[in-house]
T-cell receptor, first 115, second 113 residues
Framework: GENVEQHPSTLSVQEGDSAVIKCTYS??????FPWYKQELGKGPQLIID?????GEKKDQRIAVTLNKTAKHFSLHITETQPEDSAVYFC??????????????FGTGTLLAVQP | GAVVSQHPSRVICKSGTSVKIECRSL??????MFWYRQFPKQSLMLMAT?????????EQGVEKDKFLINHASLTLSTLTVTSAHPEDSSFYIC?????????FGSGTRLTVV
């Protein structure tokens, strides 16, 4: 089945610096790649997603890149702020929701932004 | 946007009792709901997929008689942890989809004492 690897497991940056989190997936049929932010004791919140027909997507300080050939995708956060501190999860599925498209999660990255 | 309400947010129960967790899609009809389990400092592990009006599909290693899932309507799915034991203590999260992405509930912290 699908396997999603995520690195690094922890990341500490200074406020204002950039943060990059990388994921690889195993199933070439995967075509939807969301990123979630999870704060302590809460459910995951979608922050950005990308589908396999594009290579990059940006939303203000957050961007995601996708390399289908290498089966890699990455999250880029620029101008980090203390409120960006949380656990970030990447995920992959074979479709954009629906009954048969299970989301498989990466192992998570604990991001700490030092003021 | 799509909202999924999950209740309760926290529950403490005695060993041997059963606990029910509800997941409701508030402003859309969810044809499919997913149930995840998350241990401290770990990722979300998919437990089962439930489709309205049919039996849930459980992931390998998940006991279907222990974790009963009911998806009786397009807006409500329930997870019942039967005969709970301390090792069932965990964070349970539901997710709903109609085919246009996935919306997650806020999670339920279950503590079995």
């Amino acid at each position: 089945g699908e396997n999603v690897e995520q690195h690094p497991s922890t990341l500490s940056v200074q406020e204002g610096d950039s943060a990059v989190i990388k994921c690889t997936y195993s199933d070439s049929a995967s075509n939807y790649f969301p990123w979630y932010k999870q704060e302590l004791g809460k459910g995951p919140q979608l922050i950005i997603d990308i589908r396999s027909n594009v290579g990059e997507k940006k939303d203000q300080r957050i961007a995601v890149t996708l390399n289908k050939t290498a089966k890699h995708f990455s999250l880029h956060i620029t101008e980090t702020q203390p409120e960006d501190s949380a656990v970030y999860f990447c995920a992959a599925s074979k479709g954009y929701g629906g009954a048969t498209n299970k989301l498989i999660f990466g192992t998570g990255t604990l991001l700490a932004v030092q003021p | 946007g799509a909202v999924v309400s999950q209740h309760p947010s926290r529950v403490i129960c005695k060993s041997g009792t059963s606990v029910k967790i509800e997941c409701r899609s508030l402003d859309f009809q969810a044809t499919t709901m997913f149930w995840y389990r998350q241990f401290p400092k770990q990722s979300l592990m998919l437990m089962a997929t439930s489709n309205e009006g049919s039996k849930a599909t459980y992931e390998q290693g998940v006991e279907k008689d222990k974790f009963l899932i009911n998806h009786a309507s397009l807006t409500l799915s329930t997870l019942t942890v039967t005969s709970a034991h301390p090792e069932d203590s965990s964070f349970y999260i539901c997710s709903a989809t109609t085919g246009g992405g996935y919306t997650f509930g806020s999670g339920t912290r279950l503590t079995v004492v």
